[in-house]
C-alpha cells in the first residue's frame, strides 16, 4: 500500500482544517488520517487507489454497508421536495411510529441530530422527571464528547483508577468545565452491588443511571446475566431513570435494540448510528411520562437542522432495507464465523489475542485474560501489538477501529469473511515471526 496523496493532502488540509480532520477520532487512522474517494458495499477506495475491506462502517452507522442504493435513491427523491423546512413534514411523523412499533421503551420520540446531544436531552429529561441533579455512569462508556460525560473513559492504567468503590477519574483532554466532574457518579461497570451500596447512600441526589447496554467502545463486553436487570430494579426503587445508550447497539443488535434483546425496558434510550445509514439524526425515545417533559415543553429540546428531509428519509430507507431483508441472522453468523476463525488462527499462532463480541460488532485484543469483564480489563491489552495488528491488516487491505473493533454490515459476504481470515492467519504469522526474531536477537 501507499499512501503519498493522502499524505500530501493531509498536510494541506492541515493548512485550513484543525487537525487537518473534522473528529478527534478519524486522526487515529493508520498510517494517519487518510482521504477516501468512493465506497461501495463491504469496500472502500483511498485517494491512493488502495482498496479495502471495510470492517469500520465509519464507526458504526453503515449497517447496509457503504452507498446502499435503496438509502441513496430515498434520500435523493425525498430531497427534491425540500433539505429543511423547519416545520414538520409527513416522514417524520413515519419515522416516529415506525420507532414506536420496533423499540419495547418507544412510546414517544424526538429527533435530533447526533448521540451526543441526545444524551444530553436525556440527562436532562431526567432531572427534571426526578426533581435530582446527579447521574451514575460506568468507567469507560463513552456517552458523546460533551463536557459532562468526558470524565472516566480515559485513564493511564488500572493502578491510576483506584478503588473499585471511588475511582479517582480523569479528565479527556483540556478544557472541560471543573464543575461537570460533580455532576456525576462513577463506577466500574457489570458490578450490580458496587451500584447497590452507592444508590443505598446517595439515591436522593441521583436522577439518572445512563449505560451502553452492551460495552462497545473499550473493547466489547457483554452485560453480566442479571446486571441490566438489577440496574432496572434499583431505579424502581429509588425513583432513578434508567437511560440505555443504545447509539452502537441500536437498530445493529437487532431491529428493537439491546433493549429487546435482553428484555429489559429503559425509561429513556438513544438511537442513533446505525439509525440512517450515515445521515446526522439521532432519535431519543422513550416512557410517555418521561417524555411528555419535551411534549409539553418543561424541559427544552431544539434544534434547527433537526429532522431534515435528506436524514428522515435515510432512516426511513435504513428500516425499510432492514425489515424487508432481515439481514441480522447472517450478520450474526458471519460475525461468530469471524470471531471463531481469528481465535482458531490466534491458538495455531500461540499468541495471545483475545476476541470478544456478539457478531455485528466484535473485539480483538491482546492480552493473556480470557475474557474482557469491564474497562479495568481493557487498561491491560498490549496496545502496542494491538497497533501493530491492525496497520498490518490495514496494509493488506482490510480496515479496522484502531482500537480493536470491527462491525459486520448486511452487505459482508462469506468470501469477505474467508480473505480476512487468510489475511489475518499472514498478519499473525508475521507478528509471531518477528516476536521471535527479537528474542533470539
Ligand atoms: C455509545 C455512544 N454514545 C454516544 C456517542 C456519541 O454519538 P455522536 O458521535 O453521534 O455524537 C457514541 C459515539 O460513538 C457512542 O458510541
Not at 491512493?48 to 435513491?73: A, M, R
Not at 438513544?270 to 425515545?285: D, E, H, N, Q, T
Request: glycine share 10%; charged share 20%.
Amino acid at each position: 500500500m501507499k499512501y503519498e496523496k493522502s499524505a500530501s493532502l493531509l498536510e494541506r488540509a492541515k493548512e485550513s482544517l484543525a487537525g487537518g480532520v473534522s473528529s478527534e477520532f478519524r486522526k487515529n487512522s493508520y498510517p494517519h488520517a487518510l482521504f477516501y474517494s468512493s465506497a461501495s458495499g463491504s469496500h472502500i477506495t483511498d485517494v491512493d487507489g488502495n482498496e479495502y475491506l471495510d470492517f469500520t462502517l465509519s464507526q458504526g452507522p453503515l449497517i447496509l454497508g457503504h452507498s446502499h442504493p435503496h438509502v441513496l435513491k430515498r434520500v435523493g427523491d425525498y430531497s427534491k421536495s425540500g433539505q429543511l423546512f423547519a416545520g414538520q413534514h409527513m416522514l417524520e411523523i413515519e419515522l416516529a411510529e415506525k420507532l414506536k412499533q420496533l423499540i419495547p421503551s418507544a412510546e414517544l420520540v424526538r429527533f435530533c441530530l447526533d448521540g451526543s446531544e441526545a444524551v444530553q436531552t436525556a440527562l436532562r429529561v431526567a432531572r427534571a422527571k426526578t426533581g435530582k441533579q446527579k447521574f451514575l455512569r460506568f468507567e469507560g462508556h463513552y456517552h458523546g464528547w460533551l463536557d459532562n460525560v468526558a470524565w472516566g473513559i480515559s485513564a493511564p492504567s488500572v493502578a491510576d483508577l483506584g478503588s473499585r468503590d471511588h475511582p479517582d477519574v480523569f479528565a479527556w483532554g483540556q478544557g472541560l468545565a471543573e464543575t461537570t466532574k460533580a455532576e456525576s457518579f462513577i463506577l466500574p461497570w457489570n458490578d450490580l452491588e458496587l451500584a447497590k451500596r452507592l444508590l443505598q447512600n446517595s439515591h436522593q441526589e441521583i436522577a439518572a443511571i445512563i449505560t451502553e447496554p452492551i460495552m462497545c467502545n473499550n473493547g466489547c463486553i457483554q452485560p453480566q446475566p442479571g446486571f441490566l436487570k438489577g440496574l432496572r430494579e434499583l431505579c424502581d426503587q429509588y425513583g432513578i431513570t434508567l437511560i440505555f445508550d443504545e447509539v452502537i447497539t441500536g437498530f445493529r443488535t437487532g431491529l428493537g435494540g439491546a433493549q429487546k434483546l435482553f428484555g429489559v425496558t429503559p425509561d429513556l434510550s438513544i438511537f442513533a448510528k446505525a439509525l440512517a445509514s450515515g445521515y446526522p439524526i439521532s432519535a431519543i425515545v422513550g416512557k410517555k411520562d418521561w417524555m411528555d417533559m419535551l411534549a409539553d415543553g418543561r424541559v427544552i429540546q431544539a434544534g434547527t437542522m433537526n429532522s431534515s428531509n435528506p436524514t428522515i428519509a435515510a432512516a426511513l430507507a435504513t428500516i425499510e432495507v432492514l425489515e424487508r431483508e432481515n439481514p441480522y441472522s447472517r450478520m450474526y453468523e458471519l460475525g461468530l464465523k469471524l470471531m471463531g476463525g481469528i481465535r482458531a488462527l490466534a491458538l495455531k499462532h500461540d499468541i495471545n489475542l483475545c476476541v470478544q463480541g456478539l457478531g455485528p460488532m466484535l473485539h480483538t485484543g491482546f492480552t493473556d485474560l480470557e475474557e474482557i469483564k469491564d474497562y479495568r480489563d481493557t487498561l491491560l491489552f498490549d496496545k502496542t501489538k494491538l497497533g501493530k495488528f491492525i496497520a498490518a491488516l490495514h496494509n493488506k487491505g482490510i480496515r479496522v477501529i484502531g482500537r480493536g473493533l470491527w462491525y459486520i454490515s448486511a452487505s459482508h459476504t462469506q468470501k469477505d469473511i474467508d480473505e480476512t481470515l487468510a489475511v489475518v492467519d499472514q498478519v499473525l504469522a508475521e507478528l509471531t515471526e518477528k516476536a521471535k526474531k527479537t528474542i533470539t536477537i
